[in-house]
């Protein structure tokens, strides 16, 4: 969330029992935060979108295109920035009902934060262009409060509003010397198509104000399938109560009422490792009026698990918590990075980043993504992996830029997408698999075939591209700067690297006039 990082290399690798892993982004540096969203009218089209370094900007939004439930993806494309010299982050999708895409994020001077402001793009032909941006809520419109991060978009698919209703929530940024408490969600609406949005207001009010202790009080959006708008945003507010609470305000007008119910007032309501993703999920059931589920870390048992309580009365009385990763309570590790999907029967989907097979308690251990399903007035099924490994820490995520996974879920079949550093570098991963069976097909969404390697991880030789040019000098370093090796490809794109020890190297070559970099691993 308002971020900027540069990083390396990408490679694609295969799920071993469930379905696999399919790579999205294919730039030669940082790609992050991923946002999906699937087409309510047709199923079999899809949109990825995320934050990507593109050659001579900032970070700019990039996004790739499905038309047949992502056997193929289109090349990607990035949007340019409103300001020259601005950065872009927090990207989320979303469909009306008539099939228009629209795609939300921040575009910002992200050094002295003198402007910027979340705006909106819209595609008539499904992704594959995007419209002018349209701004939603600016920094001037809330002086001393940068109220203009991680914007979240959900769109009104009920059928009750023509055109449909679009909503933003927003959150003051984390800039302690820049932003004055008290701190407070925001909420904007357009009610023509996304070409414009009304004045920006609070989501908190009196008596449910978020307080003055939560510097980014995010609101979590949702719309039912009567075109109610939801947001559930935490407070600490003594003046109120002693106690933390979970507050979801609501609105049937369109954003111009906004009422408000206390669905959570008491201890073990967040958690206090600052390393985690710890962004709370709230989703709606569009299929049962009044069924929401409401996703979130808690430290009930002394380490960060995730936790659902859901309700079918629209928040009148929610069940007790249900903790849903399933390994042993006594087993310290810590989870994080939740998503969450309803799907048309009501079933729910949770996914999040799991620790429960690292070697050691903490957040900077190896990491698997794992999902449950809850079936429509069931309990939870047996959670499982549907990452194809545990993945090393690395340090960049200890920093910004690993936010949020993303999930869509339609009958038995779910879409993930996420951010890992599997190949030595943050990249997106995709993983489409049937719920039930855990098994999927892959597709590689999109491919560079000019910079990619394989096999990696290895341990006998690397195979560059056949369309590198020879002769072409190659070198290989250690991870501390050494030249380990030095070769000079002739007619074979084959390096042999078997003397070399287990570890990370990074190998460089060139390819039309520009110096490739690229990680990969000795095992």
């Not at 030669?28 to 593109?54: C, K």
């Not at 349209?134 to 940068?146: G, R, T």
Request: charged letters at 15%; aromatic letters at 10%; proline letters at 6%.
């Amino acid at each position: 969330m308002l971020k900027y990082h540069l990083s390396l290399l990408f490679c694609l690798l295969n799920v071993l029992f469930f379905s696999q892993n399919i790579q999205i982004s294919q730039g030669l540096f940082f790609e992050g935060e991923p946002s999906i969203s699937i087409n309510p009218t047709n199923s079999q089209h899809l949109i990825v979108a995320w934050m990507g370094l593109q050659t001579g900007e900032k970070i700019a939004i990039k996004s790739s295109v499905s038309f047949d439930g992502g056997i193929s993806w289109s090349t990607p494309i990035w949007q340019p920035h409103v300001t020259t010299g601005n950065s872009s982050a927090d990207v989320s999708l979303g469909f009306d009902p008539s099939g228009n895409a629209y795609m939300c994020y921040i575009d910002y001077d992200n050094v002295g934060f003198t402007q910027g402001q979340v705006v909106v793009r819209k595609s008539t032909n499904g992704g594959v262009t995007w419209g002018n941006a349209a701004e939603v809520i600016n920094i001037s419109d809330c002086p001393n409060k940068l109220c203009i991060d991680r914007p979240w978009m959900v769109i009104d698919n009920s059928g009750n509003s023509t055109p449909a209703a679009i909503y933003v929530t927003s959150v003051n940024a984390n800039q302690p010397t820049m932003v004055n408490p008290p701190y407070n969600p925001y909420l904007t609406v357009s009610l023509d198509g996304g070409n414009t949005f009304g004045t920006p207001r609070t989501l908190d009010t009196l008596n449910f104000l978020a307080g003055m202790s939560i510097p980014q009080p995010v609101g979590t959006p949702s719309i039912d399938g009567n075109g109610r708008i939801y947001a559930m945003y935490p407070s600490y507010e003594t003046s109120q109560s002693p106690f933390p609470r979970q507050i979801l305000s609501y609105s049937d007008s369109k954003g111009t009422n906004v009422d408000h119910l206390i669905s959570y007032q008491g201890v073990n309501t967040g958690v206090s490792n600052n390393s985690l993703k710890r962004a709370a999920k709230l989703s709606a059931d569009k299929s049962h009026s009044g069924h929401l589920a409401f996703c979130f870390l808690n430290e009930l048992n002394d380490q960060a698990d995730v936790y659902m309580m859901e309700t079918f009365d629209s928040g009148n009385s929610w069940s007790t918590m249900i903790r849903v990763n399933q390994d042993p309570i006594s087993n310290p590790r810590v989870q994080d990075l939740i998503w969450s999907d309803f799907n048309e029967n009501g079933d729910l989907l949770v996914t999040w980043r799991d620790r429960r097979n690292a070697p050691a308690d903490g957040y900077e251990q190896p990491t698997e993504i794992y999902a449950a399903v809850k079936p429509f007035g069931g309990s939870f099924q047996t959670d499982y992996s549907i990452s194809s490994q545990a993945v090393a820490h690395d340090s960049i995520l200890n920093e910004s830029g690993n936010d949020f996974m993303s999930v869509v879920f339609r009958g038995d079949t779910a879409y993930a997408v996420w951010g890992d550093v599997r190949s030595g570098a943050l990249k997106i991963y995709l993983n489409k698999w049937h719920v039930q069976m855990q098994t999927g097909d892959v597709t590689v969404i999109y491919q560079d075939e000019q910079t990619f390697i394989h096999p990696n991880p290895t341990r006998d030789y690397i195979q560059l591209p056949p369309q590198i040019t020879v002769p072409a000098e190659v070198c290989i370093f250690s991870m501390d700067g050494a030249l380990v090796k030095k070769e000079t490809l002739t007619t074979a794109h084959k390096i042999e690297i078997n003397t070399l020890k287990t570890g990370t190297y990074l190998i460089e070559f060139s390819h039309d006039t520009k110096l490739i970099r690229k990680k990969f691993i000795v095992e």
